[in-house]
């Protein structure tokens, strides 16, 4: 994670509603993991002072040149108004690549990776990884409308089996991805899903994986305000182990999203906690946060960036 | 123009810093996520986030809010504890040749006593930070800063428990005077100031009709509360001239960092601007020297309530 | 959707208003400069520049600086007088079917009464706002909105010499518990309340060393001060809920007027947007009738402090 | 004056340091009068929420074509910076024309036109109306250096006489304007001077001119905060005729530049009252700012737009 300025190589459209700008900045671009993220800043002199996170859509290496990483985003506020409204030869002001990526499988394993809307930009690059590692890659894709499916010309181009759903059943199933997930787990032979999308979404696919014991990572997006772990404003309710004689509903932890994520074991998060529902308001001894996915053939998470002040 | 090299090295109740510039508590982790950034040994200091008796969860989410130039938090002072702090962050910092500032914080007296007292064998921490007026605990009434009683308590507790460290009380805007309240801290022991912390705010997404923040009312940080902190710390040093005061409050830049010098602070914190730029607290320093050399002013103490006033 | 269109009729204090968007105090002058670009009567009321017993010429100038998101300023109620206003500025806002609310300042209890006694002959004049907080006059410790004794005192005397006008009084944000002061301020007779004014703030020239006002000190305003706003209104109105009041503090767009009123206010007042954009209070007219059409709202009253909070 | 947008049709640079960008904007550039200016609205999501005023340097009337007002600058700081950046096509939302511009003489009359530095703005517009109208314009302008200078071209085909001076001696003469004043006011038999730019030089130059019993009108620039007279943020102290008995020194009223100027009679402006020093502090019975130009052949002016709420 460094701070550096990017150049603005390309900015292209996908689809009807997303932007895509490829930054030529290479310590960024040589680190980045797939489900690590890159934190913006928007103009010097605007009233919106924060920075805005984005995944990693995709990371080129191109031969003799610098190495390229490529985000994708739809317009929200001022701050994506902004950035769609950038042109090649642009500088931008980057700090990353943030946080924990996706765990690779220790042997080959197929691989499922299921997205909502804008929020599967991190499978892409994570696909690719995955496929040069010699992984099987099966992808489900939803969306609410046709436009809104995330480049599915390259889903196809990826995956080995594919699925997409639109809620209003303009391309592919009509529905949700959350529909077809256990079916398609089913036909691929999942032996591991990789998710990303809106947070009902995740928890549904959690869900679903852990009926099936089928390990689940998750990539979440939750608020920031500094996105390198200093301010504790993106922490998510997380499941520790819980201590000798301890309830397990108090065995919670709140964890960064920016470092401590955004990749978490979807069976360890407290979904209902998230966002609007209150875990816990009181105050109680903790531990150090426990996100470790769980074993299964998957790497164990590595606690290096364990949260010091938290 | 003859130009002398600034020199930037400056006391602050007794302390010797390379520079006037920390960053404020709860914006740079425990220095160890700032690292990644900043030589952390190249700051006049590192307040760190404020530490509690026992680990503290904070709130729930949402904690935080973007508002026009600045920012709501509702953390909660998410915290692992001072024996934490002992054992983990201090050893890590001072092996970095960091300046310690600890900030300490708690619901009742007793726990900032206690807390104090354990800081009082730790060798290395440099000062200690209180923080009475942090705006985000559960009952707004229960502010200590917003009572001069209150205040002395704190400060007289935690003062007799470190009677050999700089203890600085950090003093919260939402008051009718502060100066009652910087007077209650000062005789009851404190050996500086910090202003200001956050101003209580709320803000609320129309089209969910609900408060951004779920705990309602959160802390206003950014530039958008600069004027405040220039007015607060004028106020203040006009009433102490003699009270160092550590500067906080919507600092972007080196003449920032002048601007609440000159208003009366002898160092300033680097607060919510370590979220836009994590360097910002290293890139000030320069900026300052080239200020003083530009201004002919040998030491930063010339700068501190330099400001001209009319008539 | 059922879309009806939406009744933006509002009731405040027994009045009956054309919508809940004023402009607030000092910042469209006697409506005569406003004019030029809204016509006066498409507005729920204007609230005039704060007039005094005879003319004040305020302070000297530097008299504004720009902030962050903000400004400050330090006019010191510079205006003609009561008198003048009665004779000259109230015949043409009712020629122009605007409907008035005067907006009142004194530096002591006996003139703020005898402005009050003046407009009780005055036809015409819709409400009145009791500016007791406005920070900019000489002695910060006079202003009588820090203290709930002085407040009542002004607003006792008020109410007794307009028993039959709607009186507002506007509180400052500067104090420890607003809640304390509108207590003060109901008890005393207010028939509605007007928050917030500005915040005490400060801004010095680093290269002139200089306070960038002639005052020294000025009131911080614009969008900066928003959540300060909706924190002090949610407050008051979840202390006092029956208690109209006239929202203010940053309001830029349509969407803003809503965030006051969900946090509970029955009208809203713009006032530095209408520097930014004169046209400002005509067009959030439309962009509330829009959002209530949206959420299938049909009065106004029904989005005042309808923030719907956690658990 | 009204609101209104205006399309970027030129952007062009004058010397060193200064930027022009023409603006078509039919309706307020028809209105304009030499001495007014227009506030011109930064981005929507800066955080310099204020407008920017700036002087009618030229007004373009072409044929058949909508009529365009032209301004200049220098960098000063976010605002000017950002205008600076700005292209042709792009559209920029501005307030004008606002003020009382200048009192034209009512008969044929030698004026000589002093401006300093970029300040020399709304001179040039006066100029060519001046000259519309028969009289005879002289000029003396004055900056840092050579660079400084606006548009010196234009001051040679406009002037019948004109004397340029240069703190540093690059062009004409070493000096400041008010060491020629004198000297080119008695050789082109100056009837009235019309002068703009740092208070220092307005003071100085309406000095002389007292002295010489000369007629003279000044542009002011006071930081102005809403640019229509609603705020009295941007006054000037102004002496008005004392009442019956009342000491002149109290005959002392704060005028808005944005409003009841920027163009003031110099003779009647208490200079050493604006800037830092108060004027006087306390607080008592003022009349309606009365500003009127001296009565010397020149149209009085008119008090339609006289303070209301002041
Ligand atoms: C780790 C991470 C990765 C992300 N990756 C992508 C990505 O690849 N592509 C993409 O389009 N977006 C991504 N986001 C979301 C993106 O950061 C927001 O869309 C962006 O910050 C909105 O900025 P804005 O100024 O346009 O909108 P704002 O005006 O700031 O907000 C508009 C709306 O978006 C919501 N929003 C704002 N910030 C976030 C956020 N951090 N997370 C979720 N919702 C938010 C707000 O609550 C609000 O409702 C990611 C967020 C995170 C935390
Ligand atoms: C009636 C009027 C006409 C003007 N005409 C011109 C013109 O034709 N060309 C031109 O270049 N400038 C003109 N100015 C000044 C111009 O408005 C400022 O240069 C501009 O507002 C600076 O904006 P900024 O954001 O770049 O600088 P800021 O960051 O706002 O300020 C930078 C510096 O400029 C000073 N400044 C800011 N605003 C003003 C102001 N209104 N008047 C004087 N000084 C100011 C500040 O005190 C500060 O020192 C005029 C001002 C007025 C009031
Ligand atoms: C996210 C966040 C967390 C903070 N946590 C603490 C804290 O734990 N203790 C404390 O004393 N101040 C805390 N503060 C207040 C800052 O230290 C600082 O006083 C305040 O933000 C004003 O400075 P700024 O505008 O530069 O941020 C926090 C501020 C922010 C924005
Ligand atoms: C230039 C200026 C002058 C003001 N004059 C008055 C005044 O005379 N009386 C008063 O009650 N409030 C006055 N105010 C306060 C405003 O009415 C309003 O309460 C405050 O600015 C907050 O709203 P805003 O952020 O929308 O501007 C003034 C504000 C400004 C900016
Ligand atoms: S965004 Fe600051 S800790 Fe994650
Ligand atoms: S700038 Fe507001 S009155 Fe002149």
Redesign the pocket.
């Given at each position: 994670m460094l701070m550096a300025s990017g150049e603005i190589l390309t900015h292209k459209r996908y689809g009807d509603a997303?932007h895509s700008l490829t930054i030529v900045s290479p310590e960024i671009g040589e680190q980045a993991r797939p489900g690590q993220?890159v934190s913006i800043r928007?103009r010097e002199d605007s009233a919106?002072i924060?920075r805005?996170?984005?995944?990693?859509?995709r990371m080129h290496k191109r031969g003799g040149w610098a190495s390229t990483i490529e985000?994708?985003?739809?317009?929200?506020?001022?701050?994506?108004?902004?950035?769609s409204q950038l042109r090649a030869h642009s500088t931008i002001d980057i700090v990353g690549p943030?946080?924990r990526g996706f765990v690779m499988p220790k042997r080959r394993a197929h691989c499922l990776l299921v997205g909502g809307g804008?929020?599967a930009?991190?499978l892409f690059f994570l696909a690719d990884e995955l496929r040069n590692e010699g992984h099987r890659v099966d992808f489900v894709m939803g969306a609410r409308t046709s436009g809104l499916l995330l480049n599915p010309i390259d889903v196809r181009r990826l995956a080995s089996v594919y699925r997409m759903t639109t809620e209003d059943g303009s391309q592919g199933d009509r529905g949700r991805v959350t529909d077809v997930l256990a079916e398609t787990m089913e036909r691929c032979g999942t032996e591991v899903v990789y998710a990303c999308g809106p947070h009902p979404m995740l928890a549904a696919v959690s869900e679903i994986c852990m009926e099936r014991e089928t390990p689940v990572q998750v990539?979440?997006?939750?608020?920031?305000a500094c996105?390198y772990g200093a301010c504790m404003t993106?922490v998510m309710p997380v499941r520790r182990p819980p201590k000798r004689g301890e309830d397990p509903a108090d065995a919670v932890v709140y964890a960064r999203?920016?470092t401590d994520?955004?990749v978490f074991n979807g069976a360890s998060i407290v979904w209902h906690g998230s966002g609007t529902e209150p875990v816990a308001a009181d105050q109680q001894e903790l531990t150090p946060a426990n996100v470790a996915v769980r074993d299964t053939g998957l790497d164990e998470v590595e606690d290096e960036h364990a949260p010091p002040g938290n | 123009m003859a130009r002398t090299k600034a020199d930037l090295t400056t006391k602050l109740a007794g302390l010797d810093l390379v520079n006037p510039v920390l960053v404020a508590s709860g914006t740079f982790g425990a220095g160890r996520e700032g690292s990644h950034f900043v030589r952390l040994s190249e700051l006049g200091g590192v307040i760190v986030k404020s530490m509690t008796l026992t680990a503290w969860r904070g709130k729930p989410t949402p904690r935080m809010?973007?508002t026009p130039s600045g920012m709501l938090n509702a953390i909660g002072i998410q915290n692992k504890g001072v024996d934490h702090f002992i054992s983990e962050d201090l050893p890590w910092l001072l092996k970095r040749d960091a300046t310690v500032v600890a900030s300490i914080a708690g619901n009742t007296v007793e726990e900032f006593v206690k807390v104090a007292d354990k800081l009082r064998t730790a060798k290395g921490v440099a000062a200690v930070e209180v923080n009475i007026s942090c705006p985000n605990l559960e009952d707004r009434n229960d502010m200590f800063a917003h009572s001069p009683e209150a205040t002395a308590a704190v400060i007289g507790g935690v003062k007799e428990a470190l009677p050999r460290m700089p203890v600085f009380a950090k003093l919260s805007p939402n008051v009718t005077s502060l100066t009652d309240i910087a007077a209650a801290a000062v005789e009851a022991g404190a050996d500086g100031l910090s202003l200001i912390n956050t101003l209580m705010g709320m803000s609320i997404?129309v089209?969910s009709r609900r408060s951004?923040l779920a705990g309602t009312y959160g802390g206003l940080s950014g530039p958008a509360i600069r004027p405040i902190a220039v007015r607060a710390i004028h106020e203040v040093h006009s009433a102490f001239p003699h009270i160092p005061i550590i500067g906080q409050g919507g600092v972007m830049s080196a003449l920032d960092v002048i601007e609440l010098m000159l208003a009366g602070a002898s160092v300033v914190a680097v607060g919510t601007a370590n979220f836009v730029d994590p360097t910002t607290s290293v890139k000030v320093i320069a900026g300052i020297a080239d200020y003083m050399t530009r201004h002919e002013i040998a030491s930063t103490a010339e700068l501190v309530g330099a400001v001209k006033l009319e008539g």
């Amino acid at each position: 994670m460094l701070m550096a300025s990017g150049e603005i190589l390309t900015h292209k459209r996908y689809g009807d509603a997303y932007h895509s700008l490829t930054i030529v900045s290479p310590e960024i671009g040589e680190q980045a993991r797939p489900g690590q993220f890159v934190s913006i800043r928007l103009r010097e002199d605007s009233a919106q002072i924060l920075r805005r996170p984005f995944s990693v859509y995709r990371m080129h290496k191109r031969g003799g040149w610098a190495s390229t990483i490529e985000i994708v985003f739809d317009i929200r506020g001022a701050g994506t108004r902004y950035l769609s409204q950038l042109r090649a030869h642009s500088t931008i002001d980057i700090v990353g690549p943030t946080g924990r990526g996706f765990v690779m499988p220790k042997r080959r394993a197929h691989c499922l990776l299921v997205g909502g809307g804008i929020g599967a930009a991190p499978l892409f690059f994570l696909a690719d990884e995955l496929r040069n590692e010699g992984h099987r890659v099966d992808f489900v894709m939803g969306a609410r409308t046709s436009g809104l499916l995330l480049n599915p010309i390259d889903v196809r181009r990826l995956a080995s089996v594919y699925r997409m759903t639109t809620e209003d059943g303009s391309q592919g199933d009509r529905g949700r991805v959350t529909d077809v997930l256990a079916e398609t787990m089913e036909r691929c032979g999942t032996e591991v899903v990789y998710a990303c999308g809106p947070h009902p979404m995740l928890a549904a696919v959690s869900e679903i994986c852990m009926e099936r014991e089928t390990p689940v990572q998750v990539a979440v997006e939750e608020l920031m305000a500094c996105g390198y772990g200093a301010c504790m404003t993106c922490v998510m309710p997380v499941r520790r182990p819980p201590k000798r004689g301890e309830d397990p509903a108090d065995a919670v932890v709140y964890a960064r999203a920016c470092t401590d994520g955004p990749v978490f074991n979807g069976a360890s998060i407290v979904w209902h906690g998230s966002g609007t529902e209150p875990v816990a308001a009181d105050q109680q001894e903790l531990t150090p946060a426990n996100v470790a996915v769980r074993d299964t053939g998957l790497d164990e998470v590595e606690d290096e960036h364990a949260p010091p002040g938290n | 123009m003859a130009r002398t090299k600034a020199d930037l090295t400056t006391k602050l109740a007794g302390l010797d810093l390379v520079n006037p510039v920390l960053v404020a508590s709860g914006t740079f982790g425990a220095g160890r996520e700032g690292s990644h950034f900043v030589r952390l040994s190249e700051l006049g200091g590192v307040i760190v986030k404020s530490m509690t008796l026992t680990a503290w969860r904070g709130k729930p989410t949402p904690r935080m809010c973007e508002t026009p130039s600045g920012m709501l938090n509702a953390i909660g002072i998410q915290n692992k504890g001072v024996d934490h702090f002992i054992s983990e962050d201090l050893p890590w910092l001072l092996k970095r040749d960091a300046t310690v500032v600890a900030s300490i914080a708690g619901n009742t007296v007793e726990e900032f006593v206690k807390v104090a007292d354990k800081l009082r064998t730790a060798k290395g921490v440099a000062a200690v930070e209180v923080n009475i007026s942090c705006p985000n605990l559960e009952d707004r009434n229960d502010m200590f800063a917003h009572s001069p009683e209150a205040t002395a308590a704190v400060i007289g507790g935690v003062k007799e428990a470190l009677p050999r460290m700089p203890v600085f009380a950090k003093l919260s805007p939402n008051v009718t005077s502060l100066t009652d309240i910087a007077a209650a801290a000062v005789e009851a022991g404190a050996d500086g100031l910090s202003l200001i912390n956050t101003l209580m705010g709320m803000s609320i997404d129309v089209e969910s009709r609900r408060s951004e923040l779920a705990g309602t009312y959160g802390g206003l940080s950014g530039p958008a509360i600069r004027p405040i902190a220039v007015r607060a710390i004028h106020e203040v040093h006009s009433a102490f001239p003699h009270i160092p005061i550590i500067g906080q409050g919507g600092v972007m830049s080196a003449l920032d960092v002048i601007e609440l010098m000159l208003a009366g602070a002898s160092v300033v914190a680097v607060g919510t601007a370590n979220f836009v730029d994590p360097t910002t607290s290293v890139k000030v320093i320069a900026g300052i020297a080239d200020y003083m050399t530009r201004h002919e002013i040998a030491s930063t103490a010339e700068l501190v309530g330099a400001v001209k006033l009319e008539g």
